[in-house]
């Protein structure tokens, strides 16, 4: 019998120290390349995605019971972007037109706090909190008007993915190549693949993003273990900075 305590109790030293086998790069990039093509194909069905789509491809998540995914479209004159939200089933969204416009005619920080994220819960798994982080920078990157193409922030897992950053830029610009050979260079060397820490109370993981206005940079985000996995800080240090140069 204590042989068996001892076993059980050395079983989680492996995800607190971070020291099991993660999945491969590829694995990662594969998972932020689905939700890129989900993104692209809601760009053709404005105002008719069905956002719940997002945890086909994010299968280490699932809402917290009795409550779904969904979004509204929120913004002014040309400038619109959809904002996800969390419901209760049957029930309307919270959030009005009204209510997500404030006073000065700016999006109301409520439709910032990412509130949806505290009702989707992970399986406790390395891939599940990578998955989180997912959702919270690329979730919502559709259907984009005017000035909120500013959030284009693209997860890099790999050197494909960084070659698809890359080629994001060039069909921005309809075919000009944007990207200097150094900054490509420069890029080559990084580290890009994700790594995720599961401790005693909470997950750091570690992502590189990529942003037409700004370049390669690394997030870490410290996230709380049990549910609700709210983000507790997130530390962002620019990697390999670059702009377009253009201004929208």
Known sequence: MKSLIVVVGILPLCLVTASCS?????????????????????????????????LSVLDH??????????????????????????SQ???????????????????????????????IRTDGSTEGFFQLVVLRVMGGQFDQIGHTHYNDHLIVCDSSGLEAAFSGVEDFFQGQEMVPPEIRERAKELDLEPWIEIDQDTVLVRIVVFTKWGGLAEETYTINLTFPHKVLEVEWKVLVPYECGVFL
């Open 22 to 54: 993660q999945p491969p790069a590829s694995t990662w990039q594969g998972t932020v390349d689905a939700i890129a093509a989900l993104n692209a194909t809601a760009d053709s069905q404005v105002g008719h995605f069905d956002v719940t789509e997002y």
């Open 61 to 86: 998540l699932e809402m917290e019971q009795g409550y779904t995914l969904g979004y509204i479209l929120c913004g002014y004159d040309a400038d619109w972007a959809p904002y996800l939200y969390a």
């Open 89 to 119: 089933d049957g029930e309307p969204s919270d959030y009005a037109h009204s209510e997500c416009v404030d006073d000065t005619r700016q999006i109301a920080p409520v439709m910032h706090q990412n509130q949806y994220l505290d009702h």
